[in-house]
Structure formats: structure tokens, C-alpha cells
């Protein structure tokens, strides 16, 4: 007699199994009150279509991702830096100085986000900020040729050409061509 109600139960439990999973209903309801959860976009799969979006020009995507990313996860600092490049290259200055002045509060030492700030600072203008900016870079990365040439730029533009001379023949040793243009043009 038990064999027989366990077989019937086992029975009936398969059915019922069987026909919940073929039965609609039951999928799309079960669907929709589960998919926000298991849906939720990680925030390291968002970071890759935000540098993807960045890659192809389209900044303003790229700022909008970052900015998901951020109300899910503020810690991923990456971030920070990613949507200060974009929006630098937008034009939104100010917001570009925030995001990269955020990456250096959590890592002081993240020479690229100085350049970047340094290149954000002479376009607004800011010369003093730019040169400490990339002088730090140059600090933390003696064989930084980008921030050699940059720097060389600004000291140019304040009419300091042996300083400016200097930091291109740096550039220049360190392999960046057009410091090496620089230094021919303007230092011979």
C-alpha cells in the first residue's frame, strides 16, 4: 500500500512538474517577477560597453554607462576615469576635472589620470594646474613621454623655451616623435 502512494505521489509530482514547465502562465509570470533580479547588468559588463562606447566616439554613451556603473558600484574607480575622458572630450571640463580629481582622492599615485587632468587644465586655460599635474606624473613615471611633450607645451606658451626645450628632448629620447619635431623647430 505505501509503494502504491509513493508511486502515485511520484506520479502526480511529475506531472505537475512537467506541466509547469510547458504551461505559459506559469513561465511568464515566474519571468517577470524574477528577471529584475537576474537581469541586473553587472557593472563590469556595463564598464565594457562603456569603453567600447568611448573607443567608437560615442561619448556621451559612454558618459551615461559610467554613470549606471557609478549608482551601482561608486568603488569601481575605473570608472571615475573612463567618464572623465569622455566627457573631456565633450568639452564638459569641469566635470572631466571632478571625475579624474575622484580616481586621484582613492589613488594618488594613477600617473595617466594626471596627464589627462594636466591636458584638461590647458585647455581651460589653467596653466599652473597643468604644469603641477603633469610634473607629478613625471614624478611618479620618470619615462612618461607624453607628459615630457605636454609640459613642454605649456612651458612654450609661457615663453620659458629652455625649460620647454628640455622636457621635449626628453620626450623625444623617451621615442615621441613629435616631440623630436619640437626639439628641431624650436630648440636648435
Not at 599635474?133 to 615663453?159: C, M, T
Request: with cysteine; glycine share 6%.
Amino acid at each position: 500500500m505505501r509503494v502504491v502512494t509513493l508511486l502515485l505521489f511520484l506520479s502526480y509530482t511529475l506531472q505537475a512538474c512537467s506541466q509547469e514547465k510547458s504551461s505559459p502562465q506559469i513561465n511568464n509570470t515566474v519571468d517577470s517577477t524574477l528577471s529584475p533580479m537576474y537581469n541586473k547588468p553587472s557593472p563590469g559588463k556595463l564598464f565594457l560597453k562603456a569603453e567600447n562606447a568611448y573607443q567608437e566616439g560615442y561619448y556621451t554613451k559612454a558618459v551615461e554607462l559610467c554613470n549606471q556603473i557609478i549608482a551601482l558600484d561608486s568603488s569601481y574607480i575605473e570608472t571615475f576615469y573612463l567618464r572623465g575622458k569622455a566627457e573631456s572630450n565633450l568639452g564638459h571640463h569641469m566635470k572631466a576635472i571632478e571625475s579624474f580629481s575622484i580616481v586621484l582622492e582613492y589613488n594618488p599615485s594613477y600617473n595617466d589620470v594626471y596627464v589627462s587632468r594636466g591636458g584638461v587644465y590647458y585647455d581651460i586655460g589653467n596653466y599652473p594646474a597643468a604644469l603641477e599635474d603633469l610634473s607629478r606624473a613625471i614624478k611618479g613615471n620618470p619615462s612618461d613621454r607624453v607628459a615630457y611633450y605636454n609640459r613642454g607645451i605649456i612651458y612654450e606658451l609661457l615663453n620659458q623655451m629652455e625649460k620647454a626645450c628640455a622636457d621635449w628632448q626628453k620626450a623625444a629620447d623617451l621615442g615621441h616623435q613629435k616631440a623630436a619635431i619640437e626639439v628641431e623647430k624650436n630648440c636648435k
